[in-house]
């Protein structure tokens, strides 16, 4: 019974496709997030929502869009991939009730060709 | 916005030494730092938290210390094992912001 669950796992595409990756907590939080993880193993934050509402957008290219049909889902939709788009995404909820830590999903590997 | 350093970058210990990894945040009003653990392949994992009104937070083997003066955090982790070989991650938050990471340590411990 995962508490924030993310797919797929593994992703392989060739350039200029466009993909979706989906994510689902059934922790009641008000706030999820996505990171990018690097090759070097950097954890960067690209956006975040709370309660359907985008909050936080860094410097993302307009290619990544995010979207939250309702509090418990939060989806990544990536247009154009390009090499650089290679990471592992990960995506991570928080709420008031936990304290606000994080809790990440189980990441999705994104491999593009 | 917040920005996060963590040193060293890599760290190896003797299977019972003590291991120490720092950080420093440049906003001041951040006001929650925690730690993850990342082991191969997997998601990274809360293992020890501390909030601006605490100096000092201890669970068992590890513990984090926090001068907000200084802006320095650090954690401790004594008496380490192979299974403590992992990368960890500290970060800091402000209020309304998100978790902003340091770009991890990556610990081996040997036995």
């Known amino acids: 019974d995962t508490a924030v669950s993310q797919t797929p796992k593994y992703l392989v595409t060739q350039m200029g496709n466009d993909k979706s990756i989906k994510c689902e907590q059934n922790l009641g939080h008000d706030t999820m997030y996505w990171y990018k993880q690097d090759s070097k193993k950097f954890l960067k934050i690209m956006f975040s929502?709370?309660?359907?509402?985008?909050?936080i957008n860094e410097t993302v290219p307009n290619r990544f869009s995010p979207k939250s049909p309702d509090k418990a889902h939060l989806n990544l939709h990536i247009n154009s991939l390009e090499l650089g788009d290679s990471a592992v995404y990960f995506c991570?909820?928080?709420?008031?009730?936990?304290?606000?830590?994080?809790?990440f999903g189980s990441g999705t590997q994104l491999s593009v060709l | 916005g917040e920005n996060v350093e963590q040193h060293p970058s890599t760290l190896s210990v003797q299977e019972g030494d003590s291991a120490v990894i720092k950080c420093t945040y440049s906003?001041?009003?951040?006001?929650?730092f925690p730690w993850y653990k990342q082991e191969l392949g997997k998601r990274p994992q809360l293992i020890i938290d501390i909030r601006s009104n605490v100096g000092e937070k201890k669970d068992q083997r590890i513990a984090v210390t926090l001068n907000k003066t200084a802006k320095h955090f650090s954690l401790h982790i004594t008496e380490t094992q192979p299974e403590d070989s992992a990368v960890y991650f500290c970060a800091a938050r402000g209020p309304g912001t998100a978790l902003i990471f340091g770009k991890g340590t990556t610990l081996s411990v040997s036995s």
């Open positions: 991570a909820s928080s709420g008031r009730e936990f304290g606000e830590k994080l809790f």
């Open positions: 929502y709370n309660n359907k509402e985008l909050i």
């Open positions: 906003d001041s009003a951040s006001n929650y």
